[in-house]
């Protein structure tokens, strides 16, 4: 079996999936953190691995980065490889001065002004929210962790580069947190197939206070992130 984008047999792809933007992310990811590691999907360099967190059967799966490239790859595989969770794991720049860099937010909701859901069939939704029963086992490993979270509405942005960021508007109307850009298409997805995604992201950059991150810097809040989704995916 194989769809457009994914060569990965049925039986490859466990139930849940995170979901990262980097298929370097989810090397990483699968090096680190899973058992009996499975390379499962080399299309388009989109890398996919199967394997198991402390015995429970996870699949790992690059989404690319924009609402496109993530509608594609979490389309196919809730649709056509079965899957039922998702859970993206992510970067955000913060709309707040409040929120520092490392920050880690569960997406209660993505509000977006993206065509993807009304093309998919909707009548474009301004927020789609993610599933309350992932975002309450998230929360509950996060606490078991003592890792603190903050939860919100994150703003899913086609264009990382704007002429005018018009932000403080949104953080007035929406109470938006900050900017990512797969979140849209994923709830849509999940909308449209009755399976469930959340999101869980860690802050990279910050527009008010203009503080950014080094890569080096980002990986222990990422594993952080890394670290409550999976321990998420056991209760
Ligand atoms: N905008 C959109 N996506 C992002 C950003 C940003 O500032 N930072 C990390 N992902």
């Known amino acids: 079996m194989a769809t457009a984008h994914i060569e990965s047999n049925l039986e490859d ?9 980097d298929p370097l992310r989810a090397k990483y990811i699968a090096e680190t953190y899973l058992t009996d590691v499975k390379l499962i999907n080399t299309v388009r360099n989109i890398f996919g691995y199967t394997g198991k967190y402390k015995g429970k059967e996870i699949t790992v799966f690059a989404s690319g980065i924009g609402n496109p490239s993530m509608g ?12 039922e969770n998702i859970i993206r ?24 002004t993206s065509n993807y859901a009304k093309e998919q069939g909707y ?4 927020i789609i929210y993610s599933n309350k029963e992932l975002n309450k086992k998230l929360e509950l ?6 890792i603190k979270v903050k939860k919100g509405i994150i703003h ?9 960021n018009n932000y403080e508007e949104l953080v ?40 950014e991150t080094t890569s080096e810097e980002r990986q222990k809040a990422f594993n952080d992130m890394i670290e409550i989704a999976l321990e998420s995916t056991l209760s």
């Not at 594609?72 to 899957?83: D, T």
């Not at 794991?89 to 909701?109: F, P, Q, S, W």
């Not at 490993?141 to 003592?146: I, M, P, Q, V, Y």
Request: hydrophobic residues 35%; positive net charge.
């Open 13 to 21: 792809i466990a139930k849940t999936v995170l979901m990262p933007g």
């Open 72 to 83: 594609i790859y979490s389309y196919e595989l809730y649709n056509f490889y079965n899957v």
């Open 89 to 112: 794991v992510g970067t955000c720049g913060a709309y707040r001065k409040n929120l520092n860099l490392y920050d880690t937010i569960i997406v209660e909701g993505s509000y977006s």
């Open 123 to 126: 009548d474009s939704p301004e």
């Open 141 to 146: 490993a996060a606490k078991n962790l003592k």
């Open 156 to 164: 899913c942005t086609d264009a990382f580069y704007k002429e005018n």
């Open 172 to 211: 007035k109307k929406y109470n938006i947190l900050g900017a990512e850009m797969e979140t849209f298409a994923l709830f849509s997805n999940a909308k449209t197939l009755n399976k469930k995604a959340t999101c869980i992201l860690t802050v990279s950059d910050n527009l008010v206070t203009k503080q």
